[in-house]
């Protein structure tokens, strides 16, 4: 069971990324995915979060409207598409999911019980 995060990099202000966040031995529709970030000396915080079946979709009030997540049931990966960057962006980014949570998601790390390595994105001119 193994989950590998990619598509980081270095963006100038503005720029947009995709994440990918790809399974293998497993399902990754059954349960919830949840993104997050972690900036230096900063805690863990949650970016969003899908349900499965894709049934709900959460943001956290920093990324709405820049950022966007999605799955691809046939390559059973889900995605963080994100446009707008700024340099508070920059940080180590990591999918996770959770067997608790199936129906809906939240942006809570503690909630979710497989990470991934992570992909370091870095926003700057």
């Known amino acids: 069971l193994q989950l590998v995060e990619s598509g980081g990099g270095l963006v100038q202000p503005g720029g947009s990324l995709r994440l990918s966040c790809a399974a293998s031995?497993?399902?990754?529709?059954?349960?919830?995915v949840g993104w997050f970030r972690q900036a230096p000396g900063k805690e863990r915080e949650g970016v969003s979060c899908i349900a499965s079946s894709d049934l709900s979709t959460t943001y956290a009030d920093s990324v709405k409207g820049r950022f966007t997540i999605s799955r691809d049931n046939a390559k059973n990966t889900v995605y963080l598409q994100m446009n707008g960057l700024e340099p508070e962006d920059t940080a180590v980014y990591y999918c996770?999911?959770?067997?608790?949570?199936?129906?809906?998601?939240?942006?809570?790390?503690?909630?979710?019980?497989?990470w991934g390595q992570g992909t370091q994105v870095t926003v700057s001119s």
């Open positions: 996770a999911y959770s067997i608790g949570l199936r129906r809906i998601c939240v942006l809570d790390p503690s909630q979710y019980d497989y």
């Open positions: 031995g497993f399902t990754l529709d059954y349960y919830a």
